[in-house]
């Protein structure tokens, strides 16, 4: 052989996959799914976001965290070649369906081809007793998510074909980590310099918010919080733990209802809905107050271009990308405002062509 080859490969097994020492720490924030609650309209993925991590020589893709994961998170995830077994970890804000029906798509596939591991952290609040006194448990969740495989069959026939797959189905490839959601910042996920923080918010029983804060800046998820005060008169629609975690957050992304939407306006909304819902006008607000740089609006209630919202009507007419901007206009917030559709992504720092 060539000894020349010989140095080129041991070259490249020693630096190829690595990136250099001086390479810049980068963060990207994708939204995986902009759907706002329960419906499916026009070919939208319900809600969740991406958070990658790296620098210029991995494409900011060392550390992959997503957050929620509705409807169709599998399909987003693959237009930009993040497979499910590539996720570090999966963190949930709450237990509704719209955050997270595509979870079990998720695990199923990533036991169907990664059943050798390694193991992913699921991240969420523990079981939490409703007022009403039945129990929220995202543990149960995600330790059942294969059952119904499992009682159809298909995880015995799929292991008889390929033995290296759990035989107790993708269960077996998570690593619940639960937290008691608290009213200050509390570390929940850590790997290397990315660190994840969590704080409690309203919405339902054992709602959560999440920090993710890395060398190359800072981003806020904060699913679907408001206010903990469930109806006027409060002063903001807004979530006060999620503005104490978002100080000096590089970026917010949230959910969102528009104030046309509001029960007076004869949109058929009840007012517990809307009033569980942070507007856009108030996010705007909380984002000029915490110094953000850039405000991602995500489950959108009502999506863009929908005559209705599931069962409630838009007063008015459908809603364009422009109407979310004049209800955040008022706010006098300055930054970057993203009105939220699938796979819109936000870079820090941002590359030479974004600027
Ligand atoms: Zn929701």
Redesign the pocket.
Same mark, same amino acid.
């Given at each position: 052989m060539n000894p020349y080859l010989i140095v080129v490969a041991l070259v490249c097994f020693s630096s190829c996959a690595i990136p250099s020492a001086n390479a810049a720490p980068c963060l990207v924030v994708t939204l995986t799914g902009t759907q $706002? $609650?329960?419906p499916a309209f026009n070919g939208l993925a319900g809600?969740g976001t991406l958070v990658r991590y790296g620098d210029d020589g991995n494409d900011c893709g060392n550390v992959k965290l997503q957050f929620d994961a =509705?409807r169709g998170t599998s399909m987003r995830l693959s237009q930009i070649s993040v497979q499910p077994g590539q996720l570090s970890a999966i963190f949930f804000t @709450?237990v509704?369906s /719209? @955050?997270t029906d595509g979870f079990g798509d998720l695990m199923q596939l990533r036991w169907f081809y990664n059943s050798e591991g390694p193991r992913i952290d699921v991240v969420c609040s523990s079981d939490t007793a409703s007022p009403r006194g039945f129990a929220l448990s995202c543990n149960k969740f995600a330790m059942h998510i294969g059952d119904a495989f499992l009682q159809s069959g298909e995880i015995a026939q799929r292991h008889s074909e390929n033995e290296k797959r759990l035989p107790r189905g993708p269960s077996g490839l998570i690593n619940v980590v639960t937290f008691e959601p608290r009213n200050e910042p509390q570390v929940v996920w850590s790997a290397g310099d990315v660190k994840v923080s969590a704080i409690r918010s309203m *919405?339902i029983a054992g709602h959560a918010s999440y920090r993710v804060d890395t060398p190359a800046g800072s981003v806020v998820v904060g =699913? /679907?919080a408001s206010n903990d005060v469930a109806a006027p008169p409060r002063a903001s629609s807004t979530s006060d733990q999620v503005e104490r975690l978002a100080k000096g957050a590089d970026v917010i992304v949230h959910?969102t209802v528009h104030p046309v939407m509001a029960p007076e306006r004869g949109s058929g909304m009840p007012s517990s809905s809307f009033h569980r819902q942070s507007t856009a006008g108030d996010l705007g607000a909380m984002a000029k107050r915490t110094g953000a740089r850039h405000l991602m609006l995500t *489950?959108l209630i009502p999506s863009i271009g929908a005559e209705r919202h599931g069962g409630w009507k838009v007063p008015g007419g459908p809603l364009t990308a422009d109407d979310y901007r004049k209800a955040v206009e008022p706010s006098g917030f300055a930054g970057n405002l993203v009105v939220g559709t699938d796979l819109a992504s936000v870079r820090l720092p941002a590359t030479a062509a974004q600027r």
């Open positions: $706002g $609650g329960p809600s =509705g @709450h509704h /719209d @955050h *919405h =699913g /679907d959910s *489950h």
